[in-house]
């Protein structure tokens, strides 16, 4: 626990919390900000709303809950089995997410050729810099 100037007891979790409530507000905002461009599906929001949660799960209570495990083989399997779901989770929301942001992007002018084309610019900016070094 911590303690604030003496007033006020907080612990680990009402941080996470704070954090939690505070993510989920800023998405919640983009997709309102998003939604008033495009439809996003409902399967999309879904996946949005878990791939924030194991989010915050992985980076306020993740470790914490396998400090143990991290000492021991099959803790370690179990460790890599959840962090594997995670990212196929993570992947499959990235994937959805895509289908909403080409469509976003297509309603504001621009085009995957337009993209295509900033992103060979980019790698040709990184190649250069590379040479330069």
Sequence with gaps: ATHVRGLTRLVADDVSTAF???DRKTLDQLLHDVRRKVDIPRETESALQRA???RNYLFHRFF???DVGFGSNPGRRD???ELRAMTRRFQK???LV???WIHLWERLGLTETLMQAELERMR???DRREVCG
């Design 79 to 81: 460790i890599i089995g």
């Design 93 to 95: 929301t990235n994937r």
């Design 98 to 100: 895509d289908a909403v």
């Design 20 to 22: 939690d409530r505070a």
């Design 124 to 126: 040709a900016e990184a």
């Design 64 to 66: 914490a809950k396998h």
């Design 52 to 54: 924030l949660e194991d």
